[in-house]
Nanobody, 127 residues
């Protein structure tokens, strides 16, 4: 697994915006695909979106039009810009830089890599 560190989470009100960062421990310029996930209280971790090597991004339906993934290959950081946040976006957000396969906005990781996650960053949206 590639080591990552998430940051940028905060408490915001309904309709607010946040930008999360995912610092990656190695150069990201050649990485095939990276992804964002989130885990709401009492729920399983779920995909949010991915960004591929060419910069193309895709998202799960629940965040389309509100969330944007980008990356800075000079700083080795992936970003998640979240606009028009809703209470149902409340979750701990995680990133991964070792996707073996990406489709439909979801990053699929190898079985061994699934055991390794960053500490996550908490986003809380109040109504």
């Amino acid at each position: 697994a590639i080591k990552v560190e998430e940051s940028g989470g905060a408490s915001v009100q309904d309709g607010g915006s946040l930008r999360l960062s995912c610092a990656v421990s190695r150069s990201i310029s050649s990485i095939y695909c990276m992804g964002w996930f989130r885990q709401a209280p009492g729920k399983e971790r779920a995909g949010v979106g991915v960004i591929e090597r060419d910069g193309g991004a895709s998202y799960v339906d629940s965040v389309k039009g509100r969330f944007t993934i980008s990356k800075d290959t000079d700083k080795n950081i992936m970003y998640l810009q979240m606009n028009n946040l809703k209470p149902e976006d409340t979750a701990t957000y995680y990133c991964a830089a070792d996707c073996t396969y990406c489709q439909g906005g979801y990053c699929y990781r190898g079985e061994n890599d699934l055991e390794t996650w960053g500490q996550g960053t908490l986003v809380s949206v109040s109504s």
